[in-house]
Structure formats: C-alpha cells, structure tokens
C-alpha cells in the first residue's frame, strides 16, 4: 500500500512542469524579501534589547547614586561634631566637676 502511494507521488511530481526562469527569479527575489524583512525585525528587536539594557543601567546607576547619596547625608547627621582642643578640655572638666559634685553629695 505504502509503495503504491509513493510510486504514485513520484509519478505525480515528474509530471510536473519545470519551472521556467521567470518562476525562479520570482521566488528568488521573495525568499531575499523574506530574509530582507526577517533581518530587519531581528534587529529592531535586537536595538529594543539595547535601549531597555541601558535604560535598565540607567535606572541601576541612579538607584546606587541616590543610595550613596543618602548614606552619606545619614553618616553626616549621625557623626559627632568635631570638636576643638578647648572645647575638648571644656567637656573634660564640666564631667571631672560634675563627678566631683556627686561625690561631695554622697559623703554628706
């Protein structure tokens, strides 16, 4: 049965005209239309891909320097003031007083 229909496809494809020159060019000039149209999607799909990579960058850079941004504006509020030498030796004896103090009322 299997050998009846291939015999009969075969006979069925050499009877078959030709194809003349016109017909190939023709399907010439549209299998390169084809491949034309298929390169041109390839890469606007391939520059989309880009813009939404560097967009995404973009994004990411902005991000990290917002965070930096707010790192450092938290370390500078939470650091201590520096202070100078006098104003060191100031803190210094208002504690060492301070501590005297406590002591004078503890003995009383």
Known sequence: ???????AALK???AKPELTEAEREERK???AAREEAAAKKREEKRLALEKEKAERQARKEEK???EAEAKAA??????KPKLSEEEKKAARDARYAARKERKKKKKR
Not at 2 to 7: H, P, V
Not at 74 to 79: F, I, P, R, Y
Request: charged share 25%; proline share 0%.
């Open 1 to 7: 049965m299997a050998a009846k229909a291939k015999q």
């Open 12 to 14: 069925k494809l050499k």
């Open 29 to 31: 000039a549209a299998a």
């Open 64 to 66: 990290a320097a917002a």
């Open 74 to 79: 938290a370390e500078a509020a939470s650091a």
